[in-house]
T-cell receptor
Framework: AQSVTQLDSQVPVFEEAPVELRCNYSSSVSVYLFWYVQYPNQGLQLLLKYLSGSTLVKGINGFEAEFNKSQTSFHLRKPSVHISDTAEYFCAGGSNYKLTFGKGTLLTVNP | DVKVTQSSRYLVKRTGEKVFLECVQDMDHENMFWYRQDPGLGLRLIYFSYDVKMKEKGDIPEGYSVSREKKERFSLILESASTNQTSMYLC?????????????FGNGTRLTVT
């Protein structure tokens, strides 16, 4: 069965600290991988996606993710977070029609 | 910008009622989706549609049906609402062209069934 696992349900950090949100996918998930962000009381919006090619993918708002095939991981990183990055982050994988989402990681950035 | 509009932000319904959740997109997208979002469970796909009058079951279709009579509109129907359908419902759309086109989400409808 397809699965996408987000290893941390909550990640608290201080402003300007680096952050890594971890995501592992099962090999049965087709290798289109995504990170979406959901700000409070809003729908999800795309941060970045990996289709093929370079394993380092840059997204919006200074986020980047690295595809690691041998470790079946797609971790999201930002070198210095802002208060405004407080949101829930979802890793997802799959095809055009069926995306499997992880359970989400709540990133809380504290002053 | 793509706009996906869900007609209600909050809904409160009684057990056994028939409930309609409406979603409209303005970008002529072929694909439309209904997800359910629950704390600790992430998003789960209920149904999707890749064309007018076409629909496919997602991972949790039980207790739901859908209707797509026009390309821009995708309705989720709860035939007889139950308390375990209390949840946040998210509609999304995408174009089928290109590799892995992004999903564009509405802001969600929070449904409470009492």
């Amino acid at each position: 069965a397809q699965s996408v696992t987000q290893l941390d349900s909550q990640v608290p950090v201080f402003e300007e600290a680096p952050v890594e949100l971890r995501c592992n996918y099962s090999s049965s998930v087709s290798v289109y991988l995504f990170w979406y962000v959901q700000y409070p009381n809003q729908g999800l919006q795309l941060l970045l996606k990996y289709l093929s090619g370079s394993t380092l993918v840059k997204g919006i708002n200074g986020f980047e993710a690295e595809f690691n095939k041998s470790q079946t991981s797609f971790h999201l990183r930002k070198p210095s977070v802002h208060i405004s990055d407080t949101a829930e982050y979802f890793c997802a994988g799959g095809s055009n029609y069926k995306l499997t989402f992880g359970k989400g990681t709540l990133l809380t950035v504290n002053p | 910008d793509v706009k996906v509009t869900q007609s209600s932000r909050y809904l409160v319904k009684r057990t056994g009622e028939k409930v309609f959740l409406e979603c409209v997109q303005d970008m002529d997208h072929e694909n439309m989706f209904w997800y359910r979002q629950d704390p600790g469970l992430g998003l789960r796909l209920i149904y999707f549609s890749y064309d007018v009058k076409m629909k496919e079951k997602g991972d949790i279709p039980e207790g739901y049906s859908v209707s797509r009579e026009k390309k821009e509109r995708f309705s989720l129907i709860l035939e007889s609402a139950s308390t375990n359908q209390t949840s946040m419902y998210l509609c999304a759309s995408s174009t089928p062209s290109g590799q892995a086109p992004p999903l564009h989400f509405g802001n969600g409808t929070r449904l409470t069934v009492t």
